[in-house]
């Protein structure tokens, strides 16, 4: 080996000719360095956090000299009031069937007499019943509504006739009980109202028609939409929709949903949109099911097979479905976004080509779209195709261009086999980093779990960057200075920065790995990793283009500046994953460690934004008090987490930003063959930390689990209020002896057995007649349970029979029933069972057992003082839903 080959990286004083100043001008750097790196990454996180969060300022009706067709706030505002202050609105209640609807109904009416003389307004009220199956989490149920409500409003296009295609807008304003529903979703039917008041005032016609669907029924769930797109006359008009919906109260509407495939609506989205949201991440991951929520879209998209987009307000989830989703917590600009985009959006799909052309342009309709939008600013899309392309390239040349780049200045002392080497531990060190760090987040998530801390970071979530961000970050370092110690070669052609390079073409090698993965694996969330990536080939060019390779310290500044991109653009994801992720934990319930979900999610988002930030620590002279910095501020975040209140995971509104833990409640009467069969409460346990509060709350009784009640063996489904999928039979929920509700038999749906026939020999038919007479806000739910060798083949409710349902080892048919408007006139139904006819079984003998099962809501009259006592009990961090059930089963 020649003498010049035999370099030290301890001594960069004796490094290659080849690295001219960097001889002397880039020894190891002072430990302070490496706190400014922390201090960097805090500080992109900061930007990113604000622009996460930044809305435009409002117009109001003073603007309207200066901005006749724009989209007005503040008229969009007084809807809202209204709409607030009819209080909750669950389907079925007067607030929602007649005060809400009559009030949406009288404001369009209006809006007919404002209209410009140009524009026509036609509107329909749809009052629907129908019936399909459907879904949850892999649990069919038949979803059955009668007398939902859709206000329908249509703003012709020019020259439009019947049958021409048209641009649909959806919104519901109903509500969950006990919330008022301003964000979720009135919010969405106030922009609505004045985007179709701006619209009916332009001079000139759109191209295309607008349909604008005020619905009824979506948290019952979904219902009201089904009526249109399957009975309503201008369904088969609607080509494309946008569906407005919110799960959180405020920030931005994000684009979460698109298509399916159908490209060009993205396309319009990028052309027409002047504050960009959305990200191709949200759809795939709302996709996978994670989020405990849906939408319209999914009624329009599978039943009437139209494409659309998805909008939904994502930040301050603690108040989804809480009394805090109220206009208190609402400001202009959150609705001035919202319409600027939809108002733009909707004029551009509305006056464009493809409506027109998507019933028979392929090149339409097929093909998905990798989208996003950089900080809010900037917004991108292209084909999945090209994003493929794009993926592969950027892989391969980050590994070419920065490896050619670092191998001529040493080529000739046979420096290709240190860069590798290098390349290696740089490599290595990520890929073992990455691997420590999710198992030191999960011991982490473990033992606060088990020292019944869980959840301490949830109303204060700078905890998180103490509890799980700190320990990430020591993982990092420590695993770059073990594959340093374990790989180190003490004579090499490369001085130091040319070390620290060539490492980092060890962490373009595991992105470029990552990338590839993900882009055979047709997941197009790989574009996430590729921008991180693209940062740092930028910064490799640049360097290479300026000669700043000799130039060690404008070499480090040109890096650290191309990572400030990539720090803004992943702290940007990580800020949104955590906005939408940590409420959700209050309502995933409390079979599952929350702590596990949160600590993954920083360990990857940790990856994302200090990946290239770790080598560095190869500059320092002593990176020991970078780690034991880290070390003192991960202990803090513990001790605040685990001693002092601010790791209490509740808040009530008393500091303006309520987050509190969700219970339901419902008052129940159980009834076997007409009689008295049990009474009492059943406490619905929606987060990890909720069955302590249920116990204190029950004391000095004792709670049962649900599954492990008496009735499970004497009734179907344990004889409980059965009405979600989600909450019941994924959670675990509890039960508490008590005495029966005070009902009024007239105001309970009756479900009564009028005659049995005998059809043939294998085959009986039973008829029932269903009435729902008062207008309250109740839900019913059938479970049918056939006897061992019957089976249930036909029935009135809708063509075909879905699968059974399976509930703590029980196979039964479930039917959910909502009523919107109450009706005096009887509905009948008719079940046909088959039977074996050759097995012994008496005529008389029964073939089913049938559990009626009905809900009430936002029914305070209902409650007696033993239930209200109880509800009074839970905290006032607490938000509770309490509601009244009898569950009447009967065999026949």
Known sequence: MSPKAKQKTEDPS???????????????LDAQYGVLGIVLLLFCGTVSSYLCTLLPDALTTSDLSNHPTAFIAERAWETLQVLNDFGPKPTGSVANELRAAEYLRREIEKLKATKHTVQQIETRHQIVSGAYPIAFQGHPLTSVYRRAQNLVAKLPGEGAKDGDPALMLNCHYDTVASSPGASDDGGSCAVMLEILRVLSRSPERNRHSIIFLFNGAEETPLQAAHGFISQHRWANEVRAFLNLESAGSGGKEQLFQSGPQHPWLVAAYARAIRHPAGQTFSEELFHSGLIPSDTDFRIFRDFGHVPGMDFAHTINGYRYHTRFDNIDFLTLPVLQRTGDNILALTREIANGDELAMVADDSHLTTGYSVYFDFLGLYFFHYSSSVGQLLNYSLAVLSLVLPYAELLQPVRRVGGAGHIIRQMVVGFLGTTVGAMLSVAVVLVIANRLDAIGRAMAWYSTSYLILGIYGCPVMLVHCLSQRLCNHLLQNKETSLNLAQTVRSRLLGVNLFWAVVIVCLTIANIRSAYIPAVILLCSVLSSLTTSLFGYQRRPHRWLGVHLAFQSVAMLWSTHFYHLIMKLFIPITGRIGGTVNPEYLIGLLVAIGGLLCISYLVPLIGLLNQSSELTARLTVFAMIGFLLACCTQVGFPYRDETNGEPSVQRHYVTHTLQVTNGSYAGSGYLLREMDRNAVRVIRGVAKPHDITPMRQLATCKSMPFCGIPFYSVWHQIRFDNYWLEGPPPSLEPEHVPTFELEKVSQLSVGTRQYAFHINHRHQSSVQSALVIVPQPGVRLVKWSLMDTVPEMMQFNGQRAYFVLITYGLAQDSVWNVTFDFEHDPDA??????????????????????????????????????AHVIPSVAVVNMTEY
Not at 848 to 870: M, P, Q, Y
Request: charged residues 30%.
């Open 14 to 28: 004796k490094a290659s000719p080849s690295s001219g100043e960097s001889a002397t001008n880039l020894h190891q």
């Open 840 to 877: 012994k079984r008496r005529a008389e003998e029964p073939l089913v057992a049938i559990s009626w099962i009905n809900t009430f809501w936002e029914c305070k009259e209902l409650h007696t003082a033993d239930f209200r006592g109880l509800v009074e009990k839970f905290p006032e961090w």
